[in-house]
């Protein structure tokens, strides 16, 4: 199975690759923020603790995401793999998914770290939030969601480090074309 993982900050365009990654390689796709924005909308009691979290640009506590993602890959019946979008965020939330693909039978098999300059960040973000409708994609809660990045998630690098399936990608420089073809160029080095 091709199990990835698609990482980076907000704004680094992980929802995007993972579009083209689906056409190409036929995964499955899932993105933890869809999943809970879904949530929401249906006022789902997840959906109600999840809100006020997402909008102060919080991470949801772990018990509640790893339980989530733990119904969603049971759901899943693609036999090609998965991309993970959004998840993990913690090193907590690492360790469950290693726990949970290990008890499938499987593992991550590559970590594409999406990295992009600030600026360019926070300005893909401001301009999705015009069309978004997203709560979160306004200059405060993006600023806390950036800082919650460095401090919480980043870290979660030296994990798939030491595991050998890190991959850093230039996310920022060039068209969303030219940075898909560093993320197949990864992709297929593992798969060769
Ligand atoms: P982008 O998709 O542009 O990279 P993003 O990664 O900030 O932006 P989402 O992945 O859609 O956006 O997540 C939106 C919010 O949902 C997060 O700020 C957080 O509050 C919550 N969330 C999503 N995934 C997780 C997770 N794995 N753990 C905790 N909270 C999460
Ligand atoms: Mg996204």
């Known amino acids: ?22 056409k190409e390689y036929g995964v499955s796709h899932i993105s933890t923020g869809d ?6 909308k249906g006022d789902t ?11 102060k640009g919080q991470l949801v506590p772990d018990e509640l995401i790893i ?8 759901t899943q019946k693609n036999k090609k793999g998965v991309i993970f979008d959004g998840f993990p965020r913690t ?12 008890e499938r039978g499987t593992d991550v098999s590559i970590l594409l770290d999406l990295q992009v300059e600030e600026s360019i960040l926070i300005h893909r973000l401001l301009e999705r939030g015009k069309i978004s ?9 993006i600023q806390s969601r950036l800082n919650v990045y460095h401090t919480q998630t980043a870290p979660l690098a030296q994990f798939y480090i030491e595991e050998g399936k890190h991959v850093a990608i230039d ?18 080095k593992v798969i060769g």
């Not at 990482?7 to 083209?20: D, I, R, V």
């Not at 996310?171 to 297929?188: H, L, M, P, T, Y």
């Open 1 to 22: 199975m091709l199990n990835i993982v698609i990482f980076g900050a907000p704004g680094s365009g992980k929802g995007t690759q993972s579009e083209l990654i689906i």
């Open 35 to 40: 999943v809970l924005r879904a949530e929401i």
């Open 45 to 55: 009691e997840l959906g109600r603790v999840a809100k006020d979290y997402i909008e």
């Open 67 to 74: 339980d989530m993602l733990a119904k969603v890959l049971d």
């Open 91 to 102: 090193i907590p939330q690492a360790k469950a998914l290693k726990k949970m693909l290990n």
């Open 133 to 141: 409708g997203r709560s979160d994609d306004n200059l405060e809660t």
């Open 171 to 188: 996310g920022g420089n060039g068209s969303i074309e030219d940075i898909f073809k560093r993320v197949e160029a990864a992709i297929n």
